[in-house]
């Protein structure tokens, strides 16, 4: 559903660190546990563009992860953060399982130096509660950056741990499968290890104007590694961009590293 332009004001004032649940739109709001399941396992059992991270941005070369990108009630949400122009630079699936341990507190800002806008949007593919994963957000806490530990473990995660946290304040945000919270790089937040057999599996994507450069040092993520405009235009041209007729191809990774810009590519295996 359409909001009228004061809905759009009145949303974007209320909702400036993270929104209430929204709905899909697209396919995927029918999609089952056992569906989400298999769709991470089929990607992981197939090379992405990302050599070291199967799930990392098969926006790129998938057509079932790239439509649910751009669901529409997902782009219409990211626009009222940031405007027409919107660009996808990462996406990734999070599955999380009751042995994993809980994340703590942190603020996504931490992981490309605070020099981007970005707007998290966070797709649950299986129901999220409070008994399994689902995001705790701090209100109020993206009025600064938080000090930070040191990276910990191989993801290089860094979690706020000089600042005392109360977490008496925070809000939980409960999703069934098919709805997504959007929310922006400065809020703090946490998910716990789900009390389940069943692990929660989530779908995570970012997008930021165009205008703003990604930062050095961080982006690429990987040889070829380019950001899909996804609503409107790209006037500024300070990133590498595709459109989104583009798709990834073993083509598009040059040997030199360089960022490859081949506008013929098609899909590697379009998943259904």
């Known amino acids: 559903m359409r909001m009228d332009l004061a809905t759009k004001k ?9 929104t209430r649940p929204h709905r899909l739109c697209g396919e995927y709001l029918g999609l089952s546990g056992d569906d989400a399941e298999s769709l991470t396992t089929l990607l992981q059992s197939r090379p992405g563009p990302a050599p070291n991270h199967r799930l990392y941005c098969r926006h790129l070369d998938s057509s079932a992860v790239r439509a649910l990108s751009m669901d529409p009630a997902i782009i219409d949400v990211v626009r009222h953060f940031i405007g027409n122009n919107v660009m996808l ?10 042995e994993d341990p809980d994340t703590p507190w942190h603020q996504d800002v931490w992981f490309w130096d605070g020099t981007i806008p970005t707007v ?10 409070k008994d399994t994963g689902c995001l705790r957000f701090l209100p109020g806490s993206c009025n600064r950056i938080w000090p930070h530990a040191a990276p910990l473990g191989a993801a290089g995660l860094g979690y706020v741990s000089s600042v005392p946290v109360n977490d008496d304040k925070e809000v939980c945000v409960e999703l069934e499968a098919g709805e997504f919270v959007a929310f922006n790089e400065r809020v703090l937040h946490r998910s716990l290890s789900p009390r389940s057999k069943t692990p929660r599996i989530a779908f995570v994507a970012r997008y930021s104007s165009p205008r703003h450069r990604l930062p050095h040092g961080k982006l690429p993520l990987f040889p070829g590694h380019v950001s899909l405009i996804v609503h409107g235009q790209d006037r500024y041209r300070v990133n590498p961009t595709q459109g989104v007729d583009w798709f990834w191809t073993d083509s598009c990774q040059n040997t030199n590293g360089a960022i490859g810009m081949h506008f013929g590519c098609r899909p590697a295996f379009p998943v259904p």
């Open 120 to 129: 998290t949007v966070w797709v649950a593919l299986t129901e999220a509660r």
């Open 89 to 98: 630079w990462l996406s990734t699936f999070w599955i999380k399982a009751a």
């Open 10 to 18: 009145a949303a974007l004032t209320r909702h400036a660190e993270f």
